[in-house]
Structures are given as structure tokens and as C-alpha cells.
């Protein structure tokens, strides 16, 4: 069998489906399946052991899509399934346009996504289910339905964003939730030496992920601002990293707040072995693989209680939820871990059994099954 796998993201790029999707066309070669990548990128992607086709991303945005879903279907033509982990609607049309099953990783909701970056609304995710809309709005849900409800199988890695799918017609025997992986770790250093090795002092938090509207990094900021002798590393960029910059600066936060710029995966293991805590401040969210990357190398994490972050941190337990949007509250959390060493110590070391099941050769493995089974 051959795979198309499809991602808007492709290292260098930062991200879940950056990191995701080569990992599963490895997972597809282990298997002993052929693989395609169709993807876009600022310039020319590093030569893998399958092709890997890309649109770039300077190209005017109906351009891009055009491309994208032309590449698709050429790429799928050669192959027997498409599997999606973004551009979920140029993938479907293409997919469609080849006459070739399809397999989906959900991680969103793109419409909210898009109106969200458009300005189009400025909600939480769950008020945009009840929002009717504008015909823009309106167009993108049922586009999205449309793509989703011609899935043979569509992955969720949480149980919300599941509900979510069945709310907006899709089967719910089509539904399959497998969690994000636990990465497999490299030799890390200790964490007394990642700490040196990253010139890192007192209690220190660290974020990582792409810089975006959604990470609601600004809290993260401003909580910071509210505590004393806490440092904040944060990983990763995007299109928010020049307001959040000027936000560090303005709460006069230069000497407390590092931006590390994109690091690779084994870099932000690392980072999360050397920090006190994982911090995440989104307003929404559906499972973030830095969550499950910092619980499986031994670090609590305090998190905001959004989307399918409490099926895996759980409060008291592995970490700290708050709620979304409330800086107060993050500011508390923040200064109770920095405050109390013996709940740091207990939430690191019941972090990595909570991630145990999670190995990522046996979710690999489990998607890979998934879409081998993805034609009926």
C-alpha cells in the first residue's frame, strides 16, 4: 500500500503536525508501505527517504490552495489512501478528485481557527459551536463538514474534540480518539546539567509550541510580570513572536523572559528536563504535544483547563489547571509551585507514569492500523 500523508507543516517547522507527520511516514515505511508528503514550505524541505512534495508558501493564498489540492490529487493518484493531518479540505478535494480513500487527523476546529486570525470572531472555541455566523462563517463550517463526512476514519487525540466531530455530523463510528505520543527520549543530560548547559537559575518555567494567537502567550507574560525571581523560557515562533517580544519589554521582563527561537525536538526535551515547569496559557486547545513531551521527561505542568488538556494533566496530580484567560490564576499557580519544593517533586515524579501508555510506537502503530483499515 502507498500513503499520501499531507501537512501544512514540515520541520524546520515548529508544531504537532511538524513533528507528527514524519514520524508517522516512518511508522509507514516500518510497516512496509510506500510514502508520499505533500506539503507547504518557505523553501525546499531536507531530502527524506520518500518524496516529499511542496507548495511554497509565497505564493498568493487561492494559488496555494490550488496547488496544494492539484498536488494531492497527482500524488494520490499513484497511491491508495490520503491521510490528513492539516489542509484537511484541500486533502479531502484532492483525495476525492483521485477517487482515493481518506484518513483524518482532527486537531482543530479550522473554521473557528480561520475566523479567529481573520478578526471575524474573538470568542472562546465553545461559543463559536453556537455562533450562527456570517456567510463566511458559514461556508467555512460547511466546507469543513463536508470534508470530515467524506472520511473513512477520522484520528482524535481527545475525547472533546471528539464530541465536537459528532456535533458537526460526523459518524460517530468513523471516530477513533488515540492521544497524542510520548515521544521516544534520547540520552537527555540530568536535569542539574541541562540547567547549566542552558544557563538556567532559580525557578524557571518553559513554553514551547508555535508563537500564535491561540497560545495566549500574553497571560503567560503578564503572570510572570505578577511573581518575583520566576524565569520564563519560551520555545518556538510564529506570527505572534514580534507582539509578545514588545510585551516582554513593555512589563519590563527583559532579564526574566527568553525567546529561544525554534528549537528541534530533542532541544525542547531538554529545555522541559531543565525546567521546574511546563507552562501552557492557551485559550484553546486540543491536546498539544508539549504537554506529553514534558510530562514523559518528568515535568509537572501547569496548564490552563482548555480542550483536552485535563485528559492528561490532571490537577494535583501530574500538574496544575487554572482557568483560561485568568492571569490571576496563573499568576497564583505559578507562585505555589516556586514556593513549595516538596509539590514540585511529588508532581515530577508521578509525570512520567501518566504518560507511560502513551509510547509512541504503539500510537504510531495503532494510526498506521487505522489507515490500513481506512478503505472500508
Not at 479540505?89 to 479567529?116: I, M, N, Y
Not at 506529553?292 to 490552563?304: D, I, N, Q, R
Amino acid at each position: 500500500m502507498k500513503v499520501v500523508v499531507v501537512s501544512g507543516i514540515w520541520p524546520p517547522d515548529v508544531g504537532g503536525p511538524a513533528s507528527h507527520a514524519p514520524a508517522l511516514a516512518a511508522a509507514l515505511l516500518e510497516a512496509g508501505h510506500g510514502v508520499e508528503v505533500v506539503t507547504t514550505a518557505d523553501g525546499e524541505p531536507e531530502a527524506r527517504p520518500y518524496p516529499v512534495r511542496w507548495v511554497s508558501r509565497s505564493r498568493p493564498a487561492p494559488l496555494r490552495h490550488l496547488a496544494v489540492t492539484r498536488a494531492v490529487a497527482r500524488a494520490a493518484r499513484r497511491a491508495d489512501r490520503v491521510y490528513a493531518t492539516s489542509m484537511v479540505r484541500r486533502a479531502a478535494f484532492g483525495a476525492a478528485l483521485a477517487r482515493r480513500p481518506l484518513v483524518v487527523k482532527l486537531v482543530s476546529d479550522e473554521a473557528f481557527e480561520r475566523a479567529a486570525r481573520s478578526g471575524r470572531f474573538g470568542g472562546t472555541l465553545e461559543e463559536f459551536q453556537r455562533l450562527r455566523g456570517g456567510p463566511r462563517v458559514r461556508l467555512l463550517r460547511a466546507t469543513r463538514n463536508t470534508a470530515l463526512r467524506r472520511a473513512t476514519r477520522v484520528v482524535v487525540p481527545s475525547a472533546y474534540l471528539r464530541d465536537l466531530a459528532v456535533a458537526w455530523g460526523v459518524p460517530p463510528e468513523r471516530l477513533e480518539v488515540v492521544p497524542n505520543p510520548a515521544p521516544p527520549l534520547p540520552a537527555l543530560p540530568s536535569r542539574d546539567e541541562a540547567r547549566a548547559r542552558l544557563g538556567l537559575n532559580g525557578f524557571t518555567l518553559a513554553a514551547a509550541g508555535r508563537l500564535t494567537r491561540q497560545k495566549a502567550l500574553e497571560d503567560a507574560l503578564d503572570a510572570v510580570a505578577r511573581t518575583h525571581d520566576v524565569t520564563l523560557v519560551v520555545a518556538g515562533d510564529g506570527p505572534e513572536r514580534s507582539a509578545l517580544e514588545r510585551r516582554a519589554t513593555a512589563l519590563e521582563l527583559e532579564q526574566r523572559v527568553r525567546f529561544a527561537g525554534a528549537l528541534s525536538r530533542d532541544e525542547v526535551l531538554t529545555l522541559f528536563r531543565a525546567a521546574d515547569a511546563a507552562l501552557l496559557t492557551s485559550s484553546w486547545e486540543n491536546l498539544p504535544h508539549s504537554v506529553v513531551e514534558a510530562l514523559a521527561v518528568g515535568t509537572p505542568v501547569l496548564a490552563t483547563r482548555v480542550g483536552g488538556v485535563p485528559e492528561v494533566v490532571r490537577d494535583g496530580e501530574n500538574g496544575l489547571l487554572v482557568p483560561t484567560g485568568d492571569v490571576d490564576a496563573i499568576a497564583g499557580a505559578i507562585g505555589r509551585l516556586a514556593a513549595d519544593g516538596e509539590l514540585r517533586a511529588a508532581l515530577a515524579s508521578r509525570a512520567p507514569a501518566s504518560v507511560a501508555e502513551l509510547d509512541e510506537t504503539r500510537v504510531l502503530e495503532r494510526i498506521v492500523r487505522l489507515i490500513e483499515d481506512g478503505g472500508r
